[in-house]
Structures are given as structure tokens and as C-alpha cells.
């Protein structure tokens, strides 16, 4: 039957010799042998047991895991239980990444579309974050709500060109001017800006905000605070009172 020592068994694991020597310390690979001159001599089945635990280290399964195992080998249910419980921490933690992955994401958006940068605005950019969703919910309920308006526009340019029906447009435009308005001031009270030179949280005037030029992220704006003019990055308003934001309608 053949004996390995610890750097034969390390290297057919390809793991280091301290490796082997921590888990037989860890009690969960110790060696079948010791020679008079206290070398460690492993079997064939000390092989296994230790491709087996290579096997669950990578994925991702603590030593304390482990050993529970291997004390437990007999016992399929708890072996299934805590395998089980393996599978859902490692869910959780793509969960999680894919949460810090789909922020890394919108911040590279950001940057893409904001008209002037400097390093500090990073800092800035965090705040983007809070409440996005609820910001993109709020959008989705914008196109929404404006896809009957849009559609009475097109209606009544089509009737007026094939029936002579002009008076529609007039309807629209009484519903569509006060809807733009209703339904900007409610977004405005929504959100705010963040300037990327002072990196102040703060809110312009509506007539400000209504008019000026902006992409779907940023809008160019002159900072309350220190007087920069230039794209701010739009923020939920919960963050007015954050990093000494000053509201600019009060």
C-alpha cells in the first residue's frame, strides 16, 4: 500500500506543504504514520480525504464545515444539511455582488453621461445610489402616464390633416401643458443635485431645472452653494440634508 510524505501529498493536491500541516494541526487530515523521526507518512485514503477537502475548500466551505463533515460522514442528513447551508451563504454573497456590480454599473453610466468630471465627484457619485430604484420607478410612471398624451397628440394631428379636425389640438395642448408641468414639479421635488466641484447636495429653482440642458443622469446647473456652473449629478432628495446640501427653493 503505498505512504506518502507531506510533499508528496501536497503535491498531488497541488496545495502547499503548510497547507497539509495546518489541517492536520485542524485534526481534519491527520497522517495514518509517523516515523520514528516523527515524519508524517500518509495512506491512500489520507489522499482522497485530502482531494475531497481541496474539493470543498474551493467551493468556498470553511475548515470548521469540513471537519463537521468528516466527523459526520455516515450521517447523510446533516451532510445534506449543512451543504445546504453552504449553497445558501454562497447565494447570498452573489446577491450581494451582483448588488455591487449593478452599482459599479450605474456609476459607469454616470460617468458616460456627465458633462464635466473631476476625481472628487466619485464621492459624489455614491450618492446616486440611495433610493435609484425608486427614482427609476418614479420615471417608469412618467413614460406611462404621458403615453396617453402622446397618443391624443399624434390623434389629433392625424384628424386634423385627414378631417379638418384642428379644435382636437387645442384639447391637447390644455391637457398636455398642465400635465408637463404637474408631473416636472413632482420629479422636482423628487430629486436633487450634486455639485462635482464642492460635492454640496442641493436643489435649484423648478424654473431653473425645467429649462436647463440635462442628460438622463445630470443636468447642467449653477451650484447654490459655491456658484459652479456646469452638469451636477441628479440624486435622490432624501440627500438634500447629506454633505451639507443647501435647498435651493427655501
Same mark, same amino acid.
Given at each position: 500500500?503505498?505512504?506518502y510524505?507531506?510533499?508528496?501529498?501536497?503535491?498531488?493536491?497541488?496545495?502547499?506543504?503548510?497547507?497539509? !500541516?495546518?489541517? *492536520?494541526?485542524?485534526? =481534519?487530515?491527520?497522517?495514518?504514520?509517523?516515523?520514528?523521526?516523527?515524519?508524517?507518512?500518509?495512506?491512500?485514503?489520507?489522499?482522497?480525504?485530502?482531494?475531497? =477537502?481541496?474539493f470543498?475548500?474551493?467551493?468556498?466551505?470553511?475548515i470548521?464545515?469540513?471537519?463537521?463533515?468528516?466527523e459526520?460522514e455516515?450521517?447523510?442528513?446533516?451532510?445534506?444539511?449543512?451543504?445546504?447551508?453552504?449553497? !445558501?451563504?454562497?447565494?447570498?454573497?452573489? *446577491?450581494?455582488?451582483?448588488?455591487?456590480?449593478?452599482?459599479?454599473? *450605474?456609476?459607469?453610466?454616470?460617468?458616460?453621461?456627465a458633462?464635466? $468630471?473631476? $476625481?472628487?465627484?466619485?464621492?459624489?457619485?455614491?450618492?446616486i445610489?440611495? *433610493?435609484? &430604484?425608486?427614482?427609476?420607478?418614479?420615471?417608469?410612471?412618467?413614460?406611462?402616464?404621458g403615453?396617453?398624451?402622446?397618443?391624443? !397628440?399624434?390623434?389629433? =394631428?392625424?384628424?386634423?390633416?385627414?378631417?379638418?379636425?384642428?379644435?382636437l389640438?387645442?384639447?391637447?395642448?390644455?391637457?398636455?401643458?398642465?400635465?408637463?408641468?404637474i408631473?416636472?414639479y413632482?420629479?422636482?421635488?423628487? =430629486?436633487?443635485?450634486?455639485?462635482?466641484?464642492?460635492? &454640496?447636495?442641493?436643489?435649484?429653482s $423648478?424654473?431653473?431645472? $425645467?429649462?436647463?440642458?440635462h442628460?438622463?443622469?445630470?443636468r447642467?446647473?449653477?451650484?447654490?452653494?459655491?456658484?459652479?456652473?456646469?452638469?451636477?449629478?441628479?440624486?435622490?432628495? &432624501?440627500?438634500?440634508?447629506?454633505?451639507?446640501?443647501?435647498?435651493?427653493d427655501e
Amino acid at each position: 500500500m503505498p505512504k506518502y510524505t507531506t510533499g508528496e501529498i501536497a503535491k498531488l493536491c497541488s496545495v502547499t506543504v503548510r497547507t497539509v !500541516q495546518y489541517y *492536520d494541526t485542524r485534526g =481534519i487530515l491527520t497522517p495514518s504514520e509517523l516515523t520514528e523521526g516523527g515524519r508524517r507518512l500518509y495512506s491512500g485514503s489520507d489522499l482522497d480525504k485530502m482531494k475531497t =477537502i481541496c474539493f470543498l475548500r474551493n467551493l468556498g466551505i470553511s475548515i470548521d464545515t469540513i471537519k463537521e463533515l468528516i466527523e459526520r460522514e455516515n450521517n447523510k442528513n446533516v451532510i445534506f444539511l449543512l451543504l445546504s447551508q453552504q449553497e !445558501q451563504a454562497l447565494n447570498t454573497e452573489i *446577491d450581494e455582488r451582483r448588488e455591487k456590480l449593478k452599482k459599479l454599473e *450605474d456609476v459607469r453610466k454616470a460617468l458616460e453621461t456627465a458633462g464635466d $468630471f473631476s $476625481f472628487n465627484s466619485l464621492g459624489g457619485m455614491a450618492h446616486i445610489m440611495t *433610493d435609484r &430604484k425608486k427614482l427609476r420607478n418614479f420615471r417608469a410612471a412618467m413614460v406611462l402616464t404621458g403615453l396617453p398624451v402622446s397618443a391624443l !397628440q399624434w390623434a389629433a =394631428i392625424i384628424l386634423g390633416i385627414t378631417r379638418g379636425m384642428w379644435w382636437l389640438l387645442i384639447v391637447w395642448a390644455a391637457l398636455a401643458i398642465p400635465w408637463a408641468i404637474i408631473i416636472s414639479y413632482l420629479y422636482y421635488k423628487k =430629486i436633487a443635485y450634486i455639485c462635482p466641484e464642492c460635492q &454640496k447636495v442641493f436643489r435649484p429653482s $423648478f424654473k431653473e431645472m $425645467f429649462f436647463a440642458a440635462h442628460t438622463p443622469t445630470t443636468r447642467k446647473l449653477t451650484c447654490t452653494a459655491c456658484g459652479h456652473k456646469g452638469f451636477c449629478v441628479e440624486t435622490p432628495a &432624501k440627500n438634500l440634508n447629506k454633505t451639507g446640501g443647501v435647498n435651493g427653493d427655501e
